[in-house]
């Protein structure tokens, strides 16, 4: 009888110890909730997009005309000049008068970034678990409070990434990206602009 009393005497602590672990756990996990839920204002920022190749694009009214029939430099500005007014004229578009914009990209940052709330949950978690360990377990405490915390802050760092992508998303699928309307200005001037100067005996490219 007095051994079954010893016995349940050196279980009740064991119990209690995992209950404190288990407790802080859920204090570790209860605060990650509220971190990965607090909404912060994520900076966004446009970028230019470089071309496939890795170098800028050419201007869409950019020409390379040959004379097909010897014409001499003097009548070659020429030439480029009346096509030039004639295109303007036509399209009523002067690639003097209007930028081009560069295709562009919005870029959105998740704030704070990315593994911060997995190394700050983590510190959280190991310090709770070494308080609610108490002195003697405090290194085991630690141990599993470090560890639940890194889970609990990766998750929020994989769930603000994926808010931030999202983001993206949206910002470029409403067209804060090129303008489509002066690019196609543009192109329509280089067709005109093309089809004058092979009119004039020019191999236009």
């Known amino acids: 009888m007095v051994l079954n009393r010893r016995e349940t005497a050196g279980k009740h602590p064991l119990r209690g110890r995992a209950s404190r672990l288990c407790l802080g756990i859920l204090l570790v996990l209860s605060a990650g909730g509220m971190t990965s839920c607090y909404y912060r204002p994520y900076p966004v920022a446009v970028q230019p ?26 009548q070659q500005s020429r030439d480029h000049y009346e096509c030039y007014n004639w ?14 914009p560069m295709n562009q ?13 997995t190394i700050t949950m983590s510190i959280t978690g ?22 639940g915390g890194a889970l609990v802050g990766a998750a929020s760092d994989v769930a603000r990434q994926e808010s931030a992508r999202q983001m993206e998303e949206a910002y470029n699928a409403q067209g804060l990206t090129p303008d489509g309307q002066l690019a196609g200005q543009a192109s329509r001037f280089r067709r005109a602009m093309s089809a004058c100067m092979e009119g004039r005996g020019y191999t236009v490219r």
């Open 105 to 117: 990209r919005v870029s959105v940052v998740p704030m704070p970034p990315p593994g911060w709330d």
């Open 126 to 147: 190991a310090v709770l678990g070494a308080l609610i360990g108490g002195p003697h377990h405090a290194g085991e405490g630690a141990l599993i409070g470090a560890a």
């Open 87 to 100: 295109a303007v004229k036509m399209t009523g578009f002067d690639p003097g008068r209007s930028a081009i």
């Open 49 to 74: 997009v470089p071309a496939a190749n890795g170098n800028s694009s050419l201007p869409l009214t950019q020409l390379y005309f040959y004379p097909n029939k010897g014409q001499t430099v003097e």
